[in-house]
């Protein structure tokens, strides 16, 4: 005769052994499959973006134009720069922000790069003055944003804002004249 005893420690090992199991499949068969971005090309709904090839004025335009943005045709400024080799805090927050594009200026710390910076004419639901840079390495854009620096200033990514407008109000009011 065989006979195997079983504590009560052993039933709750199992227990959480199979609850992972069912939560791991659980995540990922639920969670949508994670692509890591590169600085060549970025994915958004089903369209792909160019960084690389930038050598003209007019390369830099279209650049731009790829997300949306009609600026001037000459740059307001031109700026030879080295990227810092110790990010500061406000470095550090500006390279989160090119995270979210893809980019990473950390991988040129303490090269010389230029920043081009164009008036944006089409900016929507904006009347400040909004400019967009972008940061340019060995023909290849490594960084940039699109800013104003206005009082209520922002600053975001290359990505077009989507402004949301609310329904139209289809339900009738109820009539007061009765």
Sequence with gaps: MFVYNVKASTLKFIA???????????????????????????ARVNKEYTFDRI??????????????WKVDPEPMEEVTMKIPAEFDRVMSSYNELQ???????????????TRYSYNVTNYPEYSGKVTASVI????????????????????GT????????????????????K
Excluded: M, W
């Design 158 to 177: 290359f990505e077009y804002p989507v402004i949301e407008k609310a329904p139209p109000v289809t339900e009738k009011l109820p009539d007061e004249s």
């Design 55 to 68: 050598k003209t004025n007019e390369d830099r335009i279209k650049f731009l134009g790829q997300f949306g």
């Design 16 to 42: 959480v052994i199979c609850a992972a199991l069912i939560s791991l499949t659980l995540i990922v068969l639920l969670v949508p499959e994670y692509t890591p971005r590169t600085t060549a090309a970025i």
């Design 99 to 113: 995270k979210k594009e893809g980019l990473d200026l950390s991988k040129y710390r303490g090269r010389e790069v």
């Design 136 to 155: 340019i390495y060995k023909h290849r854009v490594i960084g940039g944003d699109v800013s104003s620096s206005d009082v209520e200033g922002f600053i």
